[in-house]
């Protein structure tokens, strides 16, 4: 695995990096108080303990990464990313205060959180892409790939500490503060983009503007062997495996009873996992096209048996291990696609990327939650273990047939023509 501890943290010896580091720290952890209580309000508050419901919202949310996705890259290529970045931090700001004013009135319906999902789903859908192209910017490129995996750091870190925060808030004030605060936590990251020294930010290559555009992103993607089959794995984890607000809510509050801080607290240990995976590719120097199969096939073993606990704390232990193999895989793929792909095609492979990955939730989630409602909770993580066994298969069988025709299993830019 080529782990070295002394270099997990290297990439925040940069002002630039280290500022934002922070910045979306804070920002992260009102990114997870706000899921946990959106889930929370829609399960219990706004339906009689509906899968389906959580399964709608997650689709309104993540939908946008899909319809837009070909705007999106080809408008993360052509413009600065600083700049795109300070629109869709306020949009998605505004949003998440908009929706705690409405439940604090009480006057929020299903439908508000349905269409407000969408909105900050578009803000999203244009974010992505331009933050994990800007990481590049504040980083030299043998520090990328740790840059990435500390960004994870960052999220699920956030991940550990804002479903427990969100769940004492819910259980002493309800739902509405958690969504006020992720609102003004926002303002962390703006500020960080604010005060980066811009002298300093790694030269970037934009796109030139053309009709074919985003024609072309599609013609790159698909073209390349390499990347096809990761995205294949992408859509598979993504579609059908990262159903976690589904898993959780339906094992732990309709199978074991859990009230709201059991709840946040399942969505901990959950992160406990995914921080570990992410401090693990932090550590490495490259990633590896092998850690995918490893990372793919560990999430079948992980909802398999979190789908066998009899009870709360065992399934809050198997949660470690499928978000481990979980952020494994998602990190591994994300540095080998920024890494292997031409600088002016990154921000419409990263949308694309995004666009399998959450984009298939509105088909997922919906599948995954009337499982979870007609078949049981159990079945629902079947469904999820299913997805990481087959997106192991495919990794497996493009490693054996690409060593077997002495073909690189992954292309670099510099060996593509």
Same mark, same amino acid.
């Given at each position: 695995m080529n782990f070295r501890l002394t270099s997990v943290f290297r990439s925040l010896s940069t002002f630039n990096y280290r500022l934002w580091f922070f910045g979306a720290l804070i920002s992260n952890i009102g990114t997870w108080m706000q899921r946990t209580a959106q889930d929370w309000l829609v399960l219990t508050q706004l339906t009689d303990h509906s899968a389906s419901a959580v399964g709608m919202t997650m689709a309104f949310q993540f939908g946008p990464q899909l319809l837009l996705f070909p705007v999106t890259g080809l408008v993360a290529d052509m413009f600065d990313r600083r700049k795109l970045m300070i629109v869709t931090q306020t949009v998605?700001?505004?949003?998440?205060?908009?929706?705690?004013?409405?439940?604090?009135?009480?006057l929020v319906e299903l439908w508000h959180v349905y269409l407000l999902a969408f909105l900050f789903g578009c803000g999203a859908a244009f974010d992505a892409p331009a933050r994990q192209i800007f990481v590049s910017e504040l980083v030299a490129k043998k520090d990328i790939s740790n840059a990435v995996a500390l960004n994870s750091t960052s999220f699920n870190s956030a991940r550990m500490i804002g479903p427990a925060i969100a769940g004492i808030l819910i259980a002493a004030f309800d739902t509405g503060p958690a969504f =006020? &605060?992720? #609102? +003004? /936590?926002?303002?962390?990251? $703006?500020?960080?983009?604010?005060?980066?020294?811009?002298?300093?930010?790694? %030269?970037?290559?934009?796109?030139?503007?053309?009709?074919?555009?985003?024609?072309?992103?599609?013609?790159?993607?698909?073209?390349?062997?390499?990347?096809r089959v990761m995205l294949i794995m992408l859509f598979l984890i993504g579609t059908f495996g990262m159903n976690f607000p589904i898993y959780i809510s339906t094992m732990g509050v309709k199978l074991f009873n859990a009230d709201a801080q059991g709840y946040g607290l399942l969505t901990t240990f959950s992160a406990i996992g995914t921080l570990i995976g992410a401090l693990m590719a932090a550590g490495?120097?490259?990633?590896?096209?092998?850690?995918?199969?490893?990372?793919?096939?560990?999430?079948?073993?992980?909802?398999?048996?979190?789908?066998?606990?009899?009870?709360?704390?065992?399934?809050?232990?198997?949660? =470690? &291990?499928? #978000? +481990? /193999?979980?952020?494994?895989? $998602?990190?591994?793929?994300?540095?080998?696609?920024?890494?292997?792909?031409? %600088?002016e095609m990154r921000g419409r492979v990263m949308a694309l990327r995004f666009a399998i990955t959450m984009g298939g939730?509105?088909?997922?989630?919906?599948?995954?939650?009337?499982?979870?409602?007609?078949?049981?909770?159990?079945?629902?993580l079947g469904v999820g273990a299913l997805a990481g066994f087959v997106a192991a298969m495919v990794a497996l069988y493009h490693f054996t047939k690409s060593r077997a025709l002495n073909e690189p299993v992954m292309i670099t830019p510099d060996e593509q023509v």
């Open positions: 998605m700001g505004i949003i998440s205060l908009l929706l705690g004013f409405l439940v604090i009135a009480d =006020i &605060l992720n #609102g +003004l /936590s926002f303002g962390a990251v $703006l500020l960080s983009l604010l005060m980066i020294r811009q002298s300093e930010l790694q %030269p970037s290559v934009h796109a030139r503007r053309s009709a074919k555009g985003i024609l072309d992103g599609f013609h790159y993607a698909f073209g390349r062997k390499d990347l490495r120097e490259l990633p590896r096209f092998e850690t995918l199969f490893i990372g793919t096939a560990l999430f079948g073993v992980g909802c398999t048996l979190a789908a066998l606990t009899p009870s709360y704390w065992w399934f809050a232990v198997t949660l =470690i &291990l499928v #978000g +481990l /193999s979980a952020m494994t895989f $998602l990190n591994t793929s994300n540095a080998l696609m920024l890494l292997s792909t031409t %600088p939730t509105p088909i997922g989630a919906p599948i995954v939650g009337w499982v979870a409602d007609n078949l049981g909770p159990r079945w629902a």
